[in-house]
């Protein structure tokens, strides 16, 4: 099991960016996958999630903003960002889209995200 995570950037207020998680693990198509924002400990928050038959969720801040889409045939994740904001700048990770009950032990370096003029 393994999460690489890129397409992270610089960019000013307004501007946009794709990130895309390439994830290791023979299971893929059947899990639902997510990009967290992550806190200390096992905290985490889910930014966006994907589940297997393609339905989406998202976090009330990036709602209209923020498209989360997948790739089976690539195992791979993609957050396309738009009329990004200072607040958006973070580092995201992409990982299995669990309930905050479940400890999620591996994950990727992450993707960061700058937005400043």
């Known amino acids: 099991e393994q999460y690489v995570e890129s397409g992270g950037g610089l960019v000013q207020p307004g501007g946009s960016l794709r990130l895309s998680c390439v994830a290791s693990?023979?299971?893929?198509?059947?899990?639902?996958m997510a990009w967290y924002l992550r806190g200390p400990g096992n905290q985490r928050e889910v930014v966006a999630a994907?589940?297997?038959?393609?339905?989406?969720v998202y976090a009330d801040s990036v709602k209209g903003r923020f498209t989360i889409s997948r790739d089976n045939a690539k195992n791979t994740v993609y957050l396309q960002m738009d009329n990004l904001r200072p607040e958006d700048t973070a580092t995201y990770y992409c990982?299995?889209?669990?309930?905050?009950?479940?400890?999620?032990?591996?994950w990727g370096p992450g993707a960061q995200v700058t937005v400043s003029s």
């Open positions: 994907i589940k297997n038959n393609y339905n989406t």
């Open positions: 693990r023979s299971d893929f198509s059947l899990v639902a």
């Open positions: 990982n299995v889209h669990a309930l905050p009950s479940v400890s999620l032990t591996t």
